[in-house]
């Protein structure tokens, strides 16, 4: 298994551009996440899905989309990139409930610098 | 207003001994506890967890210790080893609410040879 993939590691955007993260796992997880790390900071939700075409709000989704068409994939867009949105996205996937299992299986990462 | 707190950036302890990790939580309804370990460049990977009808959950090296009514919970790693240098994350979650994970800063634990 590859567990969590995720595309590109490194982008450079212009503001206002727009692009889109890959994030793919072979687990068969229901679950999958969005997730942004500023520096000194702690891992901020920024949107989530609980299986194919159901997505929900995370902490800080404005700027982002998502949209969950397969179990596999989960990508996030990113509408008209800001400075603001510089910061490492981690993507993660989990198994639905099974008993007391929470723990997610987290991708590379992706560090988007937006100049 | 931070759902989950972890007061000490960094921690730096001497191979073979004790490192002591906590994170605090404010929210009541949190009934299941993480805790991840990231090194540079990585992807944070699920170390130990917790759930809230216990006090303490062992894994070899690593032991993690609620305390329900104080809204605490703490990573200790025995002994200590220097691969064990990383930043340790503290997540928290509801069972209500499990597709979301809320996490802490993060401490920066170095261990010296």
């Known amino acids: 298994n590859a567990g969590v993939t995720q595309t590109p590691k490194f982008q450079v955007l212009k503001t206002g551009q727009s692009m889109t993260l890959q994030c793919a796992q072979d687990?068969?997880?229901?679950?999958m996440s969005w997730y942004r790390q500023d520096p000194g900071m702690g891992l901020r939700l920024i949107h989530y899905?609980?299986?194919?075409?159901?997505?929900d709000q995370g902490e800080v989704p404005n700027g982002y989309n998502v949209s969950r068409s397969t179990t596999e994939d989960f990508p996030l867009r990113l509408l008209s990139a800001a400075p603001s949105q510089t910061s490492v996205y981690f993507c993660a996937s989990r198994l639905r409930n099974t008993g007391s299992y929470y723990e997610q299986y987290f991708g590379p990462g992706t560090r988007l610098t937006v100049t | 207003d931070q759902q989950v707190k972890q007061n000490s950036p960094s921690l730096s302890v001497q191979e073979g001994r004790i490192s002591i990790l906590n994170c605090d939580y404010t929210n009541s309804m949190f009934d299941y506890f993480l805790w991840y370990k990231k090194y540079p460049a990585e992807g944070p990977t699920f170390l130990i967890s917790i759930s809230s009808i216990k006090d303490k959950n062992e894994d070899g090296r690593f032991t993690v210790f609620l305390n329900k009514s104080a809204k605490h919970l703490s990573l200790h790693i025995v002994p200590s080893q220097p691969g064990d240098s990383a930043v340790y994350f503290c997540?928290?979650?509801?069972?209500?609410?499990?597709?979301?994970?809320?996490f802490g800063d993060g401490t920066t634990l170095t261990v010296k040879p």
């Open positions: 899905s609980v299986g194919a075409g159901i997505t």
């Open positions: 687990m068969n997880h229901e679950y």
């Open positions: 997540a928290a979650s509801r069972t209500t609410n499990a597709g979301k994970s809320t």
